[in-house]
């Protein structure tokens, strides 16, 4: 933790995170108004005292849908990403471990399916389950499981060989010992650093799906949908795309951030 | 050039593109509704239903309709649009040359800019054009396409200030200036996300080869700056920016979705959209398959200009 906070891009990082994780703990309490209540007097208009940031197009306080929406943004990009993770992690050690056919055919497969820009393959499988935030978030998750995958085993192949793993090996402890007990720990760490950015990745697509309007439905506060809304009215009040925009950029930001400096304290000879 | 690692890269670039073809059959036929209820919608008869089932061939096994389809597709042939009633080469293939004008500009453009930016930011590392390049590539690469794009067309489109077209086509060959004035806010939109990516890791490529040993020799053997970069570290830095591009044009093809949709750009990312909402099948298949090859093509031809440049990795 103090070799994060060494960098200012990981103390920025840190603190946008925190803005947010408290966003998305205490939102809903710290909303001075209901997200869903309309105030017909005060439509489409820009931060005052009364809204701080601004009303949308049924008067709704965009503050407190703001701070409603960050818990299912959060919780979105956290689940989608370790859906992929989990997923990715198996099949990437399961072929690392194994290596050999079952390594070169599930390889292969993988490029096949890394040889779809990801948004495509994300929107093909939303269209495939149907539009919805759960669905979206499965998707996400499937569209992460290969490129996570690959990473899951080259982290594996770069232990595998190591003397632990061999002296291990040597002491006739099983394949599920070694793999659990000895490989993974020490091959956990980039699949860290990948996943803290990929969240990141995650939170935009979601984004994106749900302007799309292929993720979170109204009257969901999920950000995406709301800039989607305001879109009609961009002209008339540019808070309405600006607010939610930013919250997005914010967030994705702070896990980028802090993803960097996390990478960067793994792996001090990286940090340029 | 080597031979036999061009035929061994093409082979394998044939082999992703069959594993993309299963994967795209799979995904679309699992896709709840088949194409016959598409087109009779939901009101109607199962006799109906089975008569045009039997009239398209879906009733047959799907191994058979799997290698019909590719054996189609070998021949040029992608089959009919269920909704645009139209041939689906033609209806891509024009929309192909739409979105490639709009990715190839954008892709051009942000070479010409992210690339120097990159370098320029690696060579004063730490002093406050790093800074300011550092921070303008972590903001954009945080700003998801259609925020990006939204915030510019409150800025230069709005109805009172119309700067550039909010959105629409000109056909280049009609009008090349209103087709650039009109390709202006999509590509900037591109552009930024591109260039925010892209100069971030030029920096740290370069960054690499900035602390590499013969820079080091070169600087001990007391050669100026100038030569120092120009000489050892640019050309070196080339083979790695060449990789950084082609890793982000995935990223590009993946843009375009978004921001053909949003600004009405008649292009493969819109027609996707239109062609998903509608299931229309054989677009969607047709479109997944051509944005795959594009990609791995791009991927390939990096990978010969890298071993061009950097004769080391020639027979890896």
């Given at each position: 933790?103090?070799?994060?906070?060494?960098?200012?891009?990981?103390?920025?990082?840190?603190?946008?995170?925190?803005?947010?994780?408290?966003?998305?703990?205490?939102?809903?309490?710290?909303?001075?108004?209901?997200?869903?209540?309309?105030?017909?007097?005060?439509?489409?208009?820009?931060?005052?005292?009364?809204?701080?940031?601004?009303?949308?197009?049924?008067?709704?306080?965009?503050?407190?849908?703001?701070l409603?929406?960050?818990?299912?943004?959060?919780?979105?990009?956290?689940?989608?990403?370790?859906?992929?993770?989990?997923?990715?992690?198996?099949?990437?050690?399961v072929?690392?471990?194994?290596?050999?056919?079952?390594?070169?055919?599930?390889?292969?497969?993988?490029?096949?399916?890394?040889?779809?820009?990801?948004?495509?393959?994300?929107?093909?499988?939303?269209?495939?389950?149907?539009?919805?935030?759960?669905?979206?978030?499965?998707?996400?998750?499937?569209?992460?499981?290969?490129?996570?995958?690959?990473?899951?085993?080259?982290?594996?192949?770069?232990?595998?060989?190591?003397?632990?793993?061999?002296?291990?090996?040597?002491?006739?402890?099983?394949?599920?010992?070694?793999?659990?007990?000895?490989?993974?720990?020490?091959?956990?760490?980039?699949?860290?650093?990948?996943?803290?950015?990929?969240?990141?990745?995650?939170?935009?697509?979601?984004?994106?799906?749900?302007?799309?309007?292929?993720?979170?439905?109204?009257?969901?506060?999920?950000?995406?949908?709301?800039?989607?809304?305001?879109?009609?009215?961009?002209?008339?009040?540019?808070?309405?795309?600006?607010?939610?925009?930013?919250?997005?950029?914010?967030?994705?930001?702070?896990?980028?951030?802090?993803?960097?400096?996390?990478?960067?304290?793994?792996?001090?000879?990286?940090?340029? | 050039?080597?031979?036999?690692?061009?035929?061994?890269?093409?082979?394998?670039?044939?082999?992703?593109?069959a594993?993309?073809?299963?994967?795209?059959?799979?995904?679309?036929?699992?896709?709840?509704?088949?194409?016959?209820?598409?087109?009779l919608?939901?009101?109607?008869?199962?006799?109906?239903?089975?008569?045009?089932?039997?009239?398209?061939?879906?009733?047959?096994?799907?191994?058979?309709?799997?290698?019909d389809?590719?054996?189609?597709?070998?021949?040029?042939?992608?089959?009919?649009?269920?909704?645009?009633?139209?041939?689906?080469?033609?209806?891509?293939?024009?929309?192909?040359?739409?979105?490639?004008?709009?990715?190839?500009?954008?892709?051009?453009?942000?070479?010409?800019i992210?690339?120097?930016?990159?370098?320029?930011?690696?060579?004063?590392?730490?002093?406050?054009?790093d800074?300011?390049?550092?921070?303008?590539?972590?903001?954009?690469?945080?700003?998801?396409?259609?925020?990006?794009?939204?915030?510019?067309?409150?800025?230069?489109?709005?109805?009172?200030?119309?700067?550039?077209?909010?959105?629409?086509?000109?056909?280049?060959?009609?009008?090349?200036?209103a087709?650039?004035?009109?390709?202006?806010?999509?590509?900037?939109?591109?552009?930024?996300?591109?260039?925010?990516?892209?100069?971030?890791q030029?920096?740290?490529?370069?960054?690499?080869?900035?602390?590499?040993?013969?820079?080091?020799?070169?600087?001990?053997?007391?050669?100026?700056?100038?030569?120092?970069?120009?000489?050892?570290t640019?050309?070196?830095?080339?083979?790695?920016?060449?990789?950084v591009?082609?890793?982000?044009i995935?990223?590009?093809?993946?843009?375009?979705?978004?921001?053909?949709?949003?600004?009405?750009?008649?292009?493969?990312?819109?027609?996707?959209?239109?062609?998903?909402?509608?299931?229309?099948?054989?677009?969607?298949?047709?479109?997944?398959?051509?944005?795959?090859?594009?990609?791995?093509?791009?991927?390939?031809?990096?990978?010969?200009?890298?071993?061009?440049?950097?004769?080391?990795?020639?027979?890896?």
């Amino acid at each position: 933790m103090r070799k994060i906070l060494s960098s200012p891009s990981g103390v920025v990082g840190v603190m946008l995170l925190t803005v947010v994780m408290s966003a998305a703990a205490f939102g809903p309490w710290l909303a001075p108004y209901d997200p869903q209540l309309f105030h017909a007097q005060n439509r489409l208009e820009g931060p005052s005292i009364a809204h701080w940031l601004g009303t949308d197009h049924y008067g709704r306080d965009m503050l407190s849908r703001i701070l409603n929406g960050a818990r299912s943004t959060v919780l979105f990009g956290l689940g989608a990403t370790a859906l992929g993770v989990c997923a990715g992690s198996i099949i990437g050690v399961v072929a690392g471990v194994e290596g050999g056919r079952t390594d070169s055919v599930i390889m292969r497969l993988l490029d096949g399916m890394l040889a779809m820009p990801e948004l495509l393959f994300t929107l093909l499988i939303v269209t495939l389950l149907g539009g919805g935030t759960l669905q979206a978030l499965l998707a996400v998750g499937v569209a992460f499981t290969p490129g996570m995958a690959r990473i899951a085993r080259s982290a594996v192949l770069s232990v595998r060989t190591r003397e632990y793993v061999l002296a291990a090996r040597a002491r006739g402890e099983s394949r599920a010992w070694i793999v659990l007990r000895e490989v993974m720990p020490n091959a956990i760490g980039p699949i860290i650093v990948e996943a803290t950015i990929r969240v990141s990745f995650a939170i935009m697509i979601g984004a994106t799906l749900g302007f799309l309007g292929l993720g979170a439905q109204p009257p969901s506060t999920e950000w995406g949908l709301m800039v989607s809304e305001a879109r009609q009215f961009m002209f008339r009040n540019p808070w309405g795309v600006i607010v939610p925009g930013i919250a997005i950029a914010m967030t994705a930001m702070g896990f980028n951030l802090f993803g960097d400096a996390l990478r960067d304290a793994f792996d001090p000879k990286r940090s340029h | 050039m080597n031979l036999s690692y061009l035929i061994r890269r093409l082979g394998a670039v044939v082999v992703v593109m069959a594993i993309v073809t299963v994967a795209v059959f799979v995904i679309t036929n699992v896709l709840p509704g088949n194409a016959a209820l598409m087109i009779l919608g939901e009101n109607s008869t199962p006799e109906n239903l089975a008569a045009l089932e039997r009239q398209l061939g879906l009733d047959r096994p799907l191994l058979v309709q799997y290698f019909d389809w590719v054996s189609g597709i070998l021949q040029g042939d992608f089959g009919m649009s269920l909704r645009l009633g139209l041939p689906v080469a033609q209806v891509v293939g024009s929309a192909f040359i739409n979105s490639m004008w709009l990715a190839g500009i954008a892709l051009a453009g942000v070479t010409l800019i992210s690339i120097p930016l990159g370098a320029l930011a690696a060579i004063k590392r730490g002093t406050k054009y790093d800074t300011i390049i550092g921070v303008f590539s972590y903001v954009g690469t945080a700003l998801p396409e259609f925020v990006t794009a939204t915030i510019l067309l409150v800025l230069f489109a709005s109805p009172g200030n119309t700067i550039f077209p909010a959105g629409g086509f000109v056909e280049p060959k009609e009008d090349f200036l209103a087709f650039l004035n009109h390709a202006v806010l999509p590509v900037a939109t591109l552009g930024l996300v591109l260039m925010a990516h892209i100069s971030r890791q030029v920096r740290s490529e370069m960054s690499e080869v900035l602390s590499s040993d013969y820079v080091r020799a070169a600087r001990l053997k007391g050669l100026s700056e100038r030569r120092v970069i120009w000489r050892h570290t640019l050309p070196n830095s080339l083979a790695p920016a060449v990789a950084v591009i082609s890793l982000n044009i995935g990223y590009l093809l993946g843009g375009i979705i978004v921001v053909e949709e949003i600004f009405a750009w008649p292009g493969l990312g819109r027609l996707l959209i239109y062609a998903l909402q509608n299931r229309d099948l054989p677009v969607i298949q047709a479109i997944t398959l051509v944005l795959a090859v594009v990609y791995a093509l791009s991927n390939l031809i990096s990978d010969l200009v890298i071993a061009k440049l950097d004769p080391r990795v020639r027979y890896a």
